[in-house]
């Protein structure tokens, strides 16, 4: 460009007032999926509005990005040696976003109104450990527990267990109050959620945002034209097809991060044919779970045994996941007096691509095993009523627990509340090692002890596990400070947008 | 002569394409150039080459293949479709214009309330209730249409019924079903044919709709409407995936619509 006194003076007229105009902007603009239900963070039920509660509100504990429990509006925290009374000591001078403190009342009133049935908190059963909750002076705040129960501090961590000002239940749905670093505007259901920067946030320095707007754009291909064109800045759960396409633009980060949320091919244990564990074992020996992570995840995740990932420090890596063996499979099948093979449906959710794509997956693999499997899509509206816990065999899967106790007990244990609508599955080992694992605070015998359940549940599956699966986010460059989150939400506090 | 008994140019054009395509989709049970259903890891959503004309699927799968391994499931849907509104829409038709009294009010009347819901509301009315098949695709479809028929063919009896050979055949004391079969039928035909070749053009969108929906034959089946829903995702990324069986629906729907237009040219008496 050829230097001249004009463009010299425009350059430098304009470029501060560039400047000024992104700081003052420093909005940070989050395409999400789906319309927020519920504004009230202790009955929400989905991923869309955990990214709020987690921005508008603090729990008592706080999840980082590589899973540790770090404080948050608890400083400090101890139990007893029989673990069944906690204690924890609160931030003082912590405000709410109408200038109010908050203290022990506050939240001794959310754990009451979470427990109270009548409240139907879809979270209750989490915390059905939790006897009796009391404020021993305004900063103290004392759990007695009806058991012992080792991760509790882990599990206040959560998505729905979050701080709200006592009383205020009915307030909640239109204009909620919490702690957070970003305090509500406004919400427009079917557009945008806006928030804005809390001024008097308890943690210094922070957030660094002027604001974070949800916008909601259900259609997938619209919400990446509008992260191309710059009209969002974050783009959260990408599909895991688009992570390779995209990865090489220019303008953009793209983040997949292993998670512990996990896809299953659901097996009835109650009824013929999967009531047979020869069955279930057949099906495991016919499918290569290495071919299912490529073919319905295009290779973002990782094969499992169990809830447990393979990241996790208490998987069983001694536990080879063997390559198919489909010749096997039709001689164990065989043995369960099938010696034709047989014939099943497979439902799996419509709506959910991964899990219809898992379907049609497993429909193709498991043919040379032996299995004659017929897709039937069934809204996942009717799951609840017609296939959970009922069909013979069907594609489901569940989000992330913060613990390993909340991610297995609740599904394998004979008595967990999932395994009732999941398998109804019964092993006296699996049983033994989760019930173990649950009572020790000792990490290496809660990892003896997990891995004993993995061997037991390799050897008589509940179902077919399919894999861990990556969560995957895109970034406009402009956009610093934030990590990918493998529980699906969003820590913004030292976010930054250039 | 007049324009009865002339081919016309939309009707041979029509005609033409319908016919290639009946006999590749007929052809396309059997015999595909790869098996529709066999997955390739290695080429998976690889643009269009001379080897996949049409590219393949996020399974690898090819689309050719599987437009045309799904071609006679859209056409069985519109034609059998067509099947299930005529064969009860016209005799409840003729009733109801034969019948002055409770009876033919009745149909009528129930007929209007069933052409009161949106087409595409009523079939999901129809399947939603039980696991969903191509059978159940086709009768709900069929269903859906069986109102226009009834109309469609009272108002053709209606007149036909103050001709005067119908007059010279009540003269001659014929019975209720001899006039109707006898001298009604073979008089009401051509409108009615016509207004068939129209409603296989809708019944085949509706189909696809439904199916669209998850309402239709399920994967791995390649019924056009359920390739384009499984297409939608990768449409930034793939956009062949719901082209190939969109411009096959697309060029049905023109053949059928050319060949209906061209025989409504031939056969109705007030056209042309």
Known sequence: ?????????????????????????????????????????????????????????????????????????????????????????????????????????????????????????????NYDMVGRVSAADPYTVVFELTSPYGGFADILSDRQVKIVPR????????????????????????????????????????????????????????????????????????PLEQVKPLSGRSGLRIDSVPTASWDAAVMNNLTPPFNDPKVRLAFQMAVDKADVVE?????????????????????????????????????????????????VPIIVPVGRPVRERLGVTLQQLAKPG????????????????????????????????????????????????????????????????????????????????????????????????????????????????????????????????? | MTARGRITDPLRAGGITLTVIAVLAVLGIWRTPYDPTAFAVRLRLAAPTLAHPFGTDEFGRDVLS???????????????????????????????????????????????LAISLPPILLGLLILAVTPPSLGKTILAVGLVYVPIMVRLARAVALGLLEEDFVQAARARGEGAVSILVREILPNAWPPIIVECGLRVTFAILLGASLSFLGLGPQPPSSEWGLMIAESRQFLDQAPWLALAPGLCLCALLVAVNATGEGLRARLDPSHG
């Not at chain 1, 007990?409 to 009732?420: D, I, K, R, T, V």
Request: charged share 20%.
């Open chain 1, 1 to 125: 460009m050829k230097l001249t006194r004009r463009t010299v003076l425009g350059s430098a007229l304009a470029l501060p007032s560039l400047r000024a105009a992104h700081a003052a902007a420093g909005v940070l603009r989050i395409g999400v999926g789906a319309s927020l239900a519920r504004l009230d963070p202790l009955l929400t039920t989905i991923g869309d509005e955990y990214i709020y509660n987690n921005l508008l509100f603090n729990g008592l504990t706080r999840m980082a990005e590589d899973l540790s429990v770090q404080p948050d509006l608890a400083e400090s925290w101890a139990y007893s040696d029989d673990l069944r009374r906690w204690t924890f000591r609160l931030h003082r001078g912590v405000k709410f976003h109408d200038g109010r403190e908050m203290t022990a009342d506050d939240v001794v009133a959310l754990f009451e109104r979470l427990l109270d049935p009548a409240n139907a908190a879809p979270s209750r059963s």
């Open chain 1, 295 to 343: 073919l319905t995840l295009f290779g973002q995740g990782v094969p499992t045994i169990s809830p447990i990932p393979p990241t996790h420090p208490f998987y069983a890596r001694d536990l080879a996941i063997p390559p198919a063996d489909p010749a096997a499979a039709r001689r164990l099948l065989a043995e369960a007096g099938h010696p034709n093979g047989l014939s």
């Open chain 2, 66 to 112: 599987r437009v045309l391994a799904g071609a006679h499931l859209s056409l069985a849907i519109g034609f059998g479709a067509m099947l299930v509104s005529l064969l009860l829409g016209v005799p409840l038709g003729l009733l109801a214009a034969f019948d002055r009294g409770w009876l033919g009010a009745a149909i009528m009347r129930a007929a209007d």
């Open chain 1, 167 to 238: 009383g205020s239940a009915a307030q909640l749905a239109s204009h909620p109050i919490g702690t957070g670093p970003f305090r509500f505007v406004s919400y427009t259901p079917g557009d945008r959620l806006v928030m804005a920067r809390n001024p008097d946030y308890f943690e210094p320095g922070m957030p660094k945002l002027a604001g974070v707007e949800l916008r909601i754009i259900p259609e997938m291909s619209v919400k990446i034209a509008a992260l191309q064109a710059g009209d969002i800045d974050v783009l959260w759960d990408l």
């Open chain 1, 370 to 498: 032996g299995f004659d499997l017929q897709v039937q899509r069934v809204p996942f509206s009717s799951y609840d009523a017609e296939v959970s816990g009922k069909a013979p065999l069907y594609i489901d899967g569940y989000f992330a627990r913060p613990t390993i106790d909340t991610s297995t007990y609740p599904f394998l244990h004979s008595n967990g509340s999932w395994n009732a609508k999941l398998w109804h599955y019964s092993d006296a080992r699996v049983d033994a090692a989760l019930t173990s694992a649950r009572l020790s605070g000792d990490a290496s015998v809660q990892k003896m002890q997990y891995i004993a359940m993995q061997t037991a549940l390799n050897a008589n599956p509940a179902g077919f596990f399919a894999y861990a699966v990556n969560f995957a986010c895109a970034y406009r460059t402009s956009v610093g400070g934030v990590r990918t989150h493998p529980m699906r939400w969003f820590d913004l506090r030292s976010a930054t947008v250039a």
